[in-house]
Each structure stands twice: as C-alpha cells, then as structure tokens.
C-alpha cells in the first residue's frame, strides 16, 4: 500500500514549467511528503520534502495543499535531464521504510 | 564528499547460492537502508540499520539478513537464492531515520 496517488505517466515540453500532482487523502498530521526522482540505470535521488507549508530548493517546489491531501511537485523549467520516475511518498520519518508506489513516469519532449 | 558506494555493481549467481552484497554510507550517516527493486514490485524496503541495530524490517522471508558495522558500513545477505530474487538491490544513507536518503547506484543481481 503505497498510500499515495500519482499518475502514471506525464509528458512536458523543454523548458516548460511542469507540475506532477500527488494525491495522500489518508495522511496523517505528522507524516511528511517527500518527492524521490529515478532516472534511468540510477538508484533514487531526493528532490524535496515538507510537511505542512510550500518548500522550495534548487530543484523544485513542493506545493502542498491546505488541507494536505494532496500535493505538488513543481519544476520550474524542465530539462531533458528531469526526464525520470518522479515518486512521492508520505513518511513519519524514523525507522520506518519509505514505502514507494509505481511513481509518475516523466517525458520530456524536446 | 563521496555518495554512497555499492560493490558489486553486478553479479550473476546460480539458484541455491548465497550472496552478499556491500554498501559504504556517505561520512557522518550512520543509517543505512536497504531496497530490492524489480519491473513487478517496485522498490521494497529490505530493512534499516542504526548504530549496528536492525531498527525495522520490511515484509521479506527469513533468507534476507543485513549488518552493519561500528563504522556504519553495512552488508546484506541472501542464502539459497531463488530465480525472483534476481533485482536491483539499493542501499540508501542518511543521518538518522528515512527523512532524506541518498541512495547508491546499486548491485544488480541476476540468479540463473
């Protein structure tokens, strides 16, 4: 149970802004949301995370609804190289494993 | 700094033969996590270490164990492979618990 809802694919242009959306209805009030991207023939790599309000960092933002059950990663400008599995995944942190779902599969057309 | 380092990259085995695969956290992270994944399941916690303590367990049978040890480096073993055991293991470490993980490119096994 991956507890999150993403689509399974998505498709941009270069240089265009791109918003992945992120569905956690069941979240509960201290688990963070946290955004893992997988290109390919490489392990995961940690793009961002939050718990409550907006975040930002050198690769994206994490826009996260009021009532966070659902968020969004943004890219501000998509590059060839964004072109990966974008996953998010709700996490209390700790010991407990990240659970990962199927992810959003991101093409970039150039 | 250096990433997290996995050694083998790859290997091939036969099914009954054990494996074990080794991962060096960055400096400073003394957790380390380990994932399996495949085109079917997806990514799959294997297990955490902490301080050399087993902290949580993902749903796997008993053939998957780990270790870590004092200078946080970790190994993780599987006996009497089994042809679906053939994956993408992936190590990951962090300073403390599953907040920011940065992962290893990970040791692709292949159990002919």
């Known amino acids: 149970d991956a507890k999150t809802t993403q689509p399974n694919s998505m498709e941009s242009n270069e240089e265009e802004p791109v918003h992945l959306p992120c569905n956690h209805s069941?979240?509960?009030?201290?688990?963070?949301i946290h955004w893992y991207r997988q290109l390919p023939s490489q392990g995961p790599e940690y793009v961002i995370h939050?718990?409550?309000s907006n975040v930002n960092n050198r690769m994206a933002s994490l826009a996260i609804a009021e009532d966070r059950k659902s968020s969004t990663l943004i890219l501000h400008r998509a590059t060839l190289r964004d072109a990966a599995v974008y996953y998010c995944i709700r996490s209390g942190g700790g010991a407990d494993g990240l659970t990962f779902g199927k992810g959003t599969h991101l093409i970039i057309q150039p | 700094k250096a990433g997290v380092t996995q050694t083998p990259r790859y290997l091939i085995k036969t099914r009954g033969q054990q494996v074990t695969l080794s991962c060096s956290p960055i400096s400073g992270h003394r957790s380390v996590s380990w994932y399996q994944q495949t085109p079917g399941q997806g990514l799959q916690f294997l297990f955490e270490?902490?301080?050399?303590?087993?902290?949580n367990k993902g749903n796997f049978p008993g053939r998957f164990s780990g270790r870590q040890f004092s200078n946080s480096r970790s190994e993780m073993n599987v006996s009497t492979l089994e042809l679906g055991d053939s994956a993408l293991y992936l190590c990951?470490?962090?300073?403390?618990?599953?907040?920011?993980?940065?992962f290893g490119a990970g040791s692709r096994l292949t159990v002919l």
């Open positions: 069941t979240i509960s009030g201290t688990d963070y």
């Open positions: 270490y902490f301080s050399e303590t087993q902290r």
């Open positions: 939050g718990l409550t």
């Open positions: 990951a470490s962090s300073l403390a618990g599953a907040n920011v993980l940065t």
